[in-house]
């Protein structure tokens, strides 16, 4: 009896395997906050590529001299520019809409589903956002 209280003191009293614990512990929760860190900083830059699309496509809206050809324009740019951020949302096509307010101005929304992003398919482990990114610019017709 007495044999096995010592061999349990001892137990108690080592360090023996104490770094593979931690590590054990520790490792988790500072690989996902490492991975977390990743997936929102690819999410925020998609999200600005989609509010960069919306901006270019308004910006071009204003070269335009009807509400058609605004429109035309308005939507070639954003369409342009959305192109680029593919990879980060997964391929999608951007959904478009230009909507003219009439002597107030132009509105250019774009709005795209992540879904199909990499981002949103192998990130399950931390809380993720929407899937869903959308952005409206509004510019004046360039009246005074």
Known sequence: MRATVRRIGRLIASNCGLAAIEFALLA?????????????????????????????GARAAVAGLSSTERASLASTRAREVAETYA????????????????????????SCDMSAS???????????PSPHVAATVTVNNGSY
């Open 28 to 56: 988790p929760p500072l690989l996902m906050m490492a991975f977390a860190i990743v997936v929102y900083s690819i999410y925020f830059t998609a999200m600005m590529g989609v509010r960069e699309a919306a901006a270019e």
């Open 87 to 110: 990879a980060l949302t997964g391929g999608a096509a951007p959904s478009i809409t230009t909507t003219s307010l009439g002597s107030a101005g132009f509105s250019v929304t774009v």
């Open 118 to 128: 990499p981002i949103m398919r192998y990130g399950r482990f931390v809380p993720l």
